[in-house]
């Protein structure tokens, strides 16, 4: 099953919008069954971007870099150098046409291969991301899940943390969520490279397709 779907891992930092305007097309074709699934992993340049319930502008404090308006679900959120994107477009249609299982089966793959990496990740009743503890002993944040399904095709998917400049995420209230610090696997202490964040999406990337079609959990 994973042979039928393209790994695209992009050499370098591509615009949001130049983006998006590929995942999209790229959605429309798996849709009408012209071409394969889709997992692309790439970084973009500094960006905030606002989903569909972002309409507090209270919630966009500097924006000091472009602000894209985007279909995913969530609110305002950054991305930039430092941080994995992966954009996942598979075809729910084959699997569970289930959301909820789509979002936890997602959430799980991200929690599982930051394990890989010696990152102990967590959801959060309640609150949207993927958490961890920061020096302090606070619950964090480490990466953030935004997506959005059209006629059962993903598009979207999520953005995690590795080495970014973190004062990059206080031109926003991230995710609209004040109450809790943003962080990183560096911020940890944790060096993690894109390549071996890559590798360990690879290497729990067969348990996310299981939990897809089968509601069960990721074992990390």
Known sequence: ?????EWR????????????????ARAAAVTRGDARE???LLEHPPVYTAGTSATDAAELLDPRFPVHKTGRGGRYTYHG????????VLDLRERRRDVRCYVHALEGWVIAALAECGIEAFRAQGRIGIWTRDAAGREAKIGAIGV??????????????LSPDLSHFT?????????FP????AALGKQVSIER???ALSATFLPFLTALSTGGQIES
């Open 1 to 5: 099953m994973t042979s039928e779907i």
């Open 9 to 24: 891992v992009e050499p370098g930092r591509i615009d949001y919008g130049a983006a998006l305007a590929e995942m999209e």
């Open 38 to 40: 889709l997992v692309w």
């Open 81 to 88: 150098p430092g941080q994995r994107i992966g954009y996942v």
């Open 148 to 161: 959005r399904i059209r006629q059962w095709v993903t598009l979207h998917g999520f953005a995690v943390n």
């Open 171 to 179: 031109g926003i209230v991230p995710c609209g969520i004040a109450e």
């Open 182 to 185: 943003v962080t990183s696997a």
């Open 197 to 199: 964040f890559d590798s």
